[in-house]
């Protein structure tokens, strides 16, 4: 089948995305549970393929190791984060993004600690327990006109002006195209969070995604431009921090 050429552009009338903050925790909770006395003992505890875990200072995030590339999902964003493995001392691993900055460290009996811009030197993460797999889902040519809508909406209202993403995709790179324009999206909605970023936001002028040889990012005479590899599935894009750093903001 061919490829669809596809061209969406969003107004900037678009809804706020709903967020929750997390209720504080009593006494006997949840968190006292993980993380006090009888917080998680793991060589008591194995922890499953794809578990949740909750972090100390708040949040939770899912990490899927049931595949060659873990793959981390945090509670409060859709972006999931392709990770590498690298040995460390101790007998530690410490899971790089595509940047090569560290996302997690997990010691040789199980603990985890996570970091990010947050919590840059690391917050420590507990079992919760088993949760679904990471995975791209089925898609539609209906079904991916609506993902880059809403990819170009959410765009549109962080520059507060329109910002069209326009794909090349076939029923098989859809599902990849989708999640590809989402994380494009979250990259421009940072890109809005400080002075620098939007100095480089105001130069934007669209986003286009395209098949290629490797996954990567980069920005030319205002556009963003998303290279994305299907046959390497979730690890096949880049990440939001990736686009990022292809702007010259980070």
Not at 26 to 53: I, M, N, Q, T
Not at 97 to 105: C, K, S, Y
């Amino acid at each position: 089948m061919l490829p669809l050429r596809l061209l969406v552009a969003a107004t900037l009338a678009v809804a706020g995305i709903a967020s929750g903050a997390p209720a504080a925790a009593a006494p006997g909770s949840l968190r006292e549970g993980l993380f006090g006395e009888g917080r998680y003992d793991s060589r008591r505890f194995a922890a499953p393929p794809v578990a949740k875990y909750a972090v100390e200072d708040g949040g939770g995030f899912i990490l899927d190791r049931s595949t060659p590339r873990p793959m981390m999902k945090f509670e409060d964003s859709a972006e999931v984060w392709v990770l590498q493995p690298h040995p460390a001392p101790r007998g530690d691993i410490i899971y790089k993004n595509d940047l090569g900055q560290p996302v997690l460290r997990a010691t040789r009996l199980g603990g985890l600690t996570v970091f990010t811009p947050a919590r840059p030197s690391g917050a420590a993460a507990a079992l919760v327990g088993g949760s679904n797999p990471l995975r791209l889902p089925t898609l539609g040519p209906e079904a991916l006109l609506q993902r880059l809508a809403q990819a170009s909406a959410r765009a549109s209202r962080a520059a507060r002006r329109l910002i069209p993403f326009e794909a090349d995709a076939s029923p098989e790179t859809a599902p990849l195209v989708a999640d590809a324009a989402m994380v494009a999206a979250e990259a421009v909605v940072r890109l809005s969070a400080d002075s620098s970023g939007r100095n480089v936001l105001n130069g934007i002028e669209k986003v286009t995604l395209v098949e290629g040889r490797r996954p990567g990012a980069s920005l030319r005479a205002g556009v963003i431009l998303i290279t994305i590899t299907p046959e390497d599935g979730l690890a096949g894009r880049p990440s939001s921090e990736r686009i990022l750093a292809a702007t010259g903001a980070r």
